[in-house]
C-alpha cells in the first residue's frame, strides 16, 4: 500500500529536478555564493527573473555602513545564475547613500 504523501513527495522531487531549483533556494544560494565572494549580504531582491540561461536578479547590499543608517552607501548588484543556482557571474550596477530616493 503507497502513502498519498510519499506519492505527494515523489511528485514534488521529479517537479524539482525538471524544473531546477525552487525559488526560495535559488535565492538561498545566490545570497551564500555573493557573500562569499565578496563578503557582501543582501538586505532585498528587487528583481528576479528567469532567462534564457538561467536567471538574473538584482540585489541590494550595504557597501559602507555609517551613522546615521541613512548615510550608509548602498550598491545594486546584479546576479547570474545558472538553471542549478550557480553564480556565473555579477556586476554593480549602481551606488547610493541609503536616504535617497530614485530620480523620477
Known sequence: MTDSTDSHDETRDKKKATDGMTPVALLR?????????????PEAVPRMERTEDGWALDVEVVELARVPETMSLMALYELT????????????????????????
Do not use: C, M, N
Open 29 to 41: 544560494s545566490a545570497r551564500d555564493q555573493l557573500v562569499e565572494l565578496t563578503g557582501l549580504v
Open 81 to 104: 545564475l545558472d538553471p542549478d543556482g550557480v553564480l556565473t557571474g555579477y556586476r554593480r550596477i549602481r551606488r547610493y547613500e541609503r536616504g535617497r530616493s530614485d530620480r523620477g
